[in-house]
């Protein structure tokens, strides 16, 4: 049974720092990994998606890194800014279905 | 732009009293899904569509019924529902493929009362 987990759980940083997020899954027989914004209260938004033959994907200021082998992922966040707090979600993609981890609560303070 | 609705954003139902939550999206996509998320959680899939093909989790309760009477529109209906619903339903659509990613709504935060 696939399982993701994401570490830490949450995380605080002052403005401008680079950081990263971690997600980890048990089976690496995956399409692809998601990784997800989701705010307070709200919706998800797709960040980036990386397909299971490809090693990593850019957006901006986000870099995500994908190791199958290992079954680990990297959210790489860089010079963060407060509007970047939200929570964090990876996903992978077995099937036609998501599994999700419990997510990363980032919050960044001026 | 393209998107996918969600109506309510918020839904305050009785213990017991059946309430459903409505999903729609203008991308046309094939599938469509619903998840339950609660607090700190992440969100659980409870059913999905391929088009009319409906897919159940095996560990979604009887409780939890869905429609979809085009490739527009989904419903989410819950029976009767407990104070242990209450949570944020989220829905999704995709295209057939596995490889593409999952639009989402903003959700429907329910609340039992």
């Known amino acids: 049974k696939q399982e993701v987990t994401q570490i830490p759980a949450a995380l605080s940083v002052p403005e401008g720092e680079n950081l990263v997020l971690n997600c980890s899954f048990t089976?690496?027989?995956?399409?692809?990994l998601q990784w997800f914004r989701q705010d307070p209260g709200k919706g998800l938004t797709s960040l980036l998606l990386?397909?299971?033959?490809?090693r990593e994907q850019t957006s901006g200021r986000l870099n995500a890194s994908l190791d199958k082998s290992s079954g680990r992922s990297t959210l790489y966040i860089a010079a963060s800014q407060p509007g970047d707090s939200a929570t964090y979600l990876c996903?992978?993609?077995?099937?036609?279905?998501?599994?999700f981890g419990t997510g990363t609560r980032l919050q960044v303070f001026p | 732009d393209a998107m996918v609705i969600q109506n309510p954003r918020y839904q305050v139902t009785q213990f017991g009293k059946p309430v459903t939550l409505s999903c729609s999206q203008t991308?046309?996509?094939?599938?469509m899904y619903w998840y339950q998320q609660k607090s700190s959680q992440a969100p659980k899939l409870l059913f999905h569509?391929?088009?009319?093909?409906?897919?159940n989790e095996a560990d979604t309760p009887d409780n939890f019924q869905s429609r979809r009477p085009n490739t527009s529109f989904c419903f989410l209906d819950i029976r009767s529902p407990g104070l242990g619903d209450a949570a944020m339903y989220l829905c999704?659509?995709?295209?057939?493929?596995?490889?593409?990613?999952?639009?989402f709504g903003p959700g429907t935060r329910l609340l039992v009362l």
């Open positions: 999704a659509t995709s295209t057939r493929s596995e490889q593409e990613t999952q639009y």
């Open positions: 089976d690496s027989a995956i399409y692809n």
């Open positions: 990386i397909q299971s033959s490809q």
């Open positions: 996903a992978v993609t077995p099937t036609d279905k998501l599994i």
């Open positions: 991308l046309n996509h094939n599938v």
């Open positions: 569509y391929y088009d009319k093909d409906f897919n």
